[in-house]
């Protein structure tokens, strides 16, 4: 599972809010949501953060296993 938790670390330490990321990526508020709840997103998407936040993918994105079942 591809997880957005460190976006939201990333953005807090510099001091970027979810408005200020859509303002400056032009990211609508679905696509915010969609980030939230750790859904799919385009790789465009993530290309328009790192550019947004001055960072690199890791700093944005995670990779967790699934249990496996």
């Known amino acids: 599972m591809i997880r957005y938790d460190r976006l939201w670390e990333t953005m807090k330490?510099?001091?970027?809010?979810?408005?200020?990321?859509?303002e400056?990526?032009?990211?609508d508020r679905k696509t915010i949501r969609r980030l939230k709840a750790n859904d799919n997103t385009e790789t465009k998407?993530?290309?328009k953060l790192c550019?947004?936040?001055h960072c690199g993918l890791d700093e944005i994105?995670?990779?967790v296993p699934d249990e496996e079942k």
Do not use: H, P
């Open 13 to 22: 330490k510099k001091g970027v809010t979810a408005y200020q990321l859509r």
């Open 24 to 27: 400056k990526c032009g990211i």
């Open 45 to 47: 998407t993530l290309n």
């Open 51 to 53: 550019q947004a936040l």
């Open 61 to 63: 994105v995670q990779y």
